[in-house]
């Protein structure tokens, strides 16, 4: 057996000396494809969103096992990571403070390889990335409990950046202490006002009687634990390793299947990838049967809505822009058809981004 034991060990040894060669002949690649991108482009673009959901989309479809192909998929994620920020360092601005589920997502986005940037608002997230300081930002945009983010949607009727990204990230809520906490004299618990919507039922159930604060963020929740002893917070895992924190219970939020889904937002527009997303800001004179001719052409061309949500349009009452998202491409015909006959109408069409749907 113990022969049997130092081959197996052997050849892992053997495996982990290839794999560590192969890799490094990656990045090797990497460096030649930069210096190739220097050649031809004076401002060249190294993050390619559609390049890299092909390349994940493809590592899932392949995938052999016994690894998991999201598994697989998330090592590759890291894999890449690395190796473009060795063709250019990425900084990416995300709404913060740190051990937010919004870095969360911009590291499931990303990789760890990148420098994230927390920022106190989501308008300085697109502040940023409009200036140049950060090359992408990350931004909540919709929860499957609680519905939009009004913020999001509100900062891109005054904004040129485009989306070219999606981040969908599974939430889960733990209840936390800190090191001071006394369990059997807490009176207060600190969560993000969504967050305490989120957990309302289990709130309900198990802590009837404490006070529910809401803070800025979650993460800002988990930081007063360190100077409280009466309090409780609800936080994920990011902010609880962060903070040093200790779970009461896990995963009290009352929806299991409790998702939300984040925006990458840049300057520039993403190519097809094969399995796009399109969102939309559409405008038009208000008229009875409005909202209904401006459905018809998608149901004409048979391309999917996947969401929609009117906001004030902020340039007369009662006047309203519509978002739309949409499966496809831009570029792809059956949805140019669709755009062709909304602007025949009269209608002003905003693009506000077509990008790969999120992989991971």
Known sequence: MTDSLDSLRDQIDALDQQLQALLNR????????????????????????????????????????????????????????ICLALEQPMRVAFLGPEGTFTQQAAIKHFGHAVESVPLGAIDEVFREVEAGAAHYGVVPVENSTEGMVSHTLDTFMSSSLKICGEVELRIHHHLLAGPHTRRDKVTRVYS?????????????????????????????????????????????????????????????????????????????????????????????????????????????????????????????????????DCEGHKEDPLLKNVLAKLEGDGNTIRILGSYPKAVL
């Open 26 to 81: 990656r990045a090797e690649l990497a460096h030649a494809v930069a210096d190739v991108k220097r050649l031809e482009d004076s401002n060249p673009v190294f993050y390619r969103p559609e390049r890299e959901a092909q390349v994940l989309q493809r590592i899932k479809e392949r995938n052999q096992g016994p690894i998991d192909g999201e598994a697989m998929a998330r090592l590759f994620r890291e894999v890449m990571s």
């Open 192 to 324: 993000h006002q969504q967050t305490l919507a989120q957990c309302r039922q289990w709130l309900d159930a198990h802590l009837p009687t404490v006070e529910r604060i809401p803070v800025s963020s979650n993460a800002e929740a988990a930081r007063r634990l360190r100077d409280e002893w009466n309090a409780l917070a609800i936080a994920g895992d990011m902010a609880a390793e962060l903070y040093g924190l200790e779970r009461v219970q896990s995963n009290i939020e009352d929806r299991p299947d409790n998702t939300t889904r984040f925006l990458v937002i840049g300057r520039q527009d993403t190519p097809p990838s094969g399995r796009d997303k399109t969102s939309m800001l559409v405008t038009g004179k208000n008229r009875p049967g409005l909202l209904s001719d401006m459905l018809l052409p998608f149901r004409e061309q048979g391309v999917n809505l996947t969401r929609l949500e009117s906001r004030p349009s902020r340039t007369a009452n009662w006047s309203y822009v519509f978002f739309i």
